[in-house]
């Protein structure tokens, strides 16, 4: 959908259509694209949501639509219009997202929905290794 100032809350740094709000448990919101679905967190919420089981709700992108977006680099901040900085997770080196280290982090469809399951993976790893 265009972005439309009263209707979307922002605008994707990414396609640059308009972004949708959504609140999630009441305490974390998030924006997520109504073209490209991709998924906008100002700081805190991914580390917020991906404790809890959401992400699956929420992602609901194709992930072979993120990739298409993947390609695209220099991509701005929706708050402050600087550059974002394309960064990768130190656990998880295969994804990537852009981030603005002021506001917030952008990731496309599809990925935070890997970032999720690849944490709980890991974390049910660090259990099976710390068996008897
Ligand atoms: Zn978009
Ligand atoms: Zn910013």
Redesign the pocket.
């Known amino acids: 959908m265009e972005y439309n100032a009263d209707e979307h809350s922002i605008k994707?740094p990414?396609?640059g259509?308009g972004m949708n709000e959504i609140t999630y448990g009441g305490d974390v919101v998030i924006d997520r694209?109504t073209?490209?679905q991709?998924i906008w967190f100002d700081i805190g919420e991914a580390e917020a949501l991906k404790g809890k089981w959401m992400g699956d709700a929420l992602d609901m992108g194709d992930p072979d639509e993120g990739k298409k977006w993947d390609a695209v680099e220099d991509i701005s901040c929706p708050r402050c219009g600087k550059d974002m900085e394309k960064r990768s997770d130190p656990d998880q080196p295969h994804i990537w997202f852009e981030e603005c280290a002021e506001h917030g982090m952008f990731m496309d469809a599809g990925e935070f929905t890997d970032y999720k399951h690849e944490t709980w993976a890991d974390w049910f790893r660090g259990l099976i290794k710390g068996g008897r």
């Open positions: 994707c990414k396609c259509h694209c073209h490209c991709g």
